[in-house]
């Protein structure tokens, strides 16, 4: 990671809370980060909206845009890294990244998944969390990898699952933790860098 900050491309497919923790984070020049570009899989999501308010670029590339998915992928892979980015953060990004992608960004892409990986992976990890009946979940950052919430482990947080949590309430408890993670640790792989030991991510040089 470069002393100037550290250049980050956010992807989002929603409201973009996290999106919006990470640029007020940002403001800080403390922080070591700017927010450089923001893109999503479709139009007018929430985060679109919060990164225009910042006066951050965006993209949109849609799926059904492309002949095929391949095709999509390449496209993402060469519009994310027009922006030369240091990291780029999957922040409810609601699409896997194909082979294309990883070839040119893997290594340097972090997705955040509401959920203690290795448990629950997929779309739905708030909700299969509570129908399992654990009784504490969180969040996962994560470095992504072919696989579905599989890549190596930055940061985990935890929350408690209580007994009248609905998807919704205990969704949005996770998320609270999920954002303040993602910002202490988005922070600290800028201003540290970070390595891979086999499965084992390292923070510092
Ligand atoms: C987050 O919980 C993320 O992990 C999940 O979807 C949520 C996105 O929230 N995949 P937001 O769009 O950042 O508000």
């Given at each position: 990671m470069p002393a100037a900050p550290a250049r980050l491309v956010v992807l989002v497919s929603g409201a973009g809370t996290n999106l919006q923790a990470l640029l007020d984070a940002c403001q800080?020049?403390?922080?070591?980060?700017?927010?450089?570009a923001v893109g999503a899989d479709?139009?007018?999501v929430e985060g679109l909206a919060r990164a225009e308010r910042a006066g951050v670029p965006t993209f949109v590339l849609r799926?059904?845009?492309?002949?095929t998915r391949e095709e999509w992928d390449r496209a993402l892979a060469a519009r994310v890294a027009d922006h030369d980015p240091d990291l780029v953060v999957l922040a409810g990004f609601m699409k896997l990244v194909g082979p294309a992608y990883l070839s040119v960004l893997g290594g340097r892409t972090v997705n955040t998944h509401?959920?203690?990986?290795?448990?629950?992976?997929?779309?739905?990890g708030p909700r299969d969390a509570l129908d399992y009946g654990v009784k504490v979940t969180g969040a996962t950052l994560f470095v992504v990898d072919?696989?579905?919430?599989?890549?190596?482990?930055?940061a985990q947080t935890v929350v408690p699952v209580e007994d009248d949590d609905t998807v919704a309430t205990l969704h949005e408890r996770i998320k609270v933790a999920e954002r303040a993670m993602l910002v202490t640790t988005v922070g600290r792989m800028a201003r540290e860098g970070f390595r891979l030991e086999g499965r084992r991510v390292r923070l510092g040089r």
């Open positions: 800080d020049p403390a922080y070591g980060a700017q927010v450089v479709r139009d007018g799926v059904a845009d492309f002949a509401p959920a203690l990986s290795p448990s629950f992976p997929g779309m739905q072919a696989g579905v919430d599989t890549g190596a482990i930055v």
